[in-house]
């Protein structure tokens, strides 16, 4: 059974910083791009950013360019989230998203296979 397990969210001030990690019990993660979704209270779920296989390739959303960035440890099996300079308007439900496919970075969620159950990110202002 495969697992996606978030953690790290948390309450921030504006301007402050938080390390989302996600663990995945993916017997070959390697091949998996990974990606971080959100969601904001009465929104819909929204693209964050997107890690390929290797790592060499990233996307952010325009939103989190410059302030959020994506790693992966593929030893580990886990995929990372660092937000600094955070927002209030960063506050939503974070989710990881495995996506065993040809697109090297995935921006849909549609596209992905698998999904954490979600981490909560509050920032206050």
């Known amino acids: 059974q495969v697992q996606l397990v978030e953690s790290g969210g948390g309450l921030a001030q504006a301007g402050g910083s938080l390390r989302l990690s996600c663990a995945a019990s993916?017997?070959?993660?390697?091949?998996?791009?990974m990606g971080w979704f959100r969601q904001a209270p009465g929104k819909e779920r929204e693209f964050v950013a997107v890690?390929?296989?290797?790592?060499?390739?990233?996307v952010y959303a325009g939103s989190v360019k410059g302030r959020f960035t994506i790693s992966r440890d593929n030893a580990k099996n886990t995929v990372y989230l660092q937000m600094n300079s955070l927002k209030p308007e960063d506050t939503a439900v974070y989710y990881c998203?495995?996506?065993?496919?040809?697109?090297?970075?995935?921006?849909?969620?549609?596209?992905?296979?698998?999904w954490g159950q979600g981490t909560q990110v509050t920032v206050s202002s």
């Open positions: 998203a495995a996506d065993y496919t040809l697109t090297e970075v995935p921006t849909t969620a549609t596209d992905y296979d698998y």
């Open positions: 993916l017997r070959t993660f390697s091949r998996y791009a």
């Open positions: 890690i390929s296989r290797s790592g060499l390739s990233t």
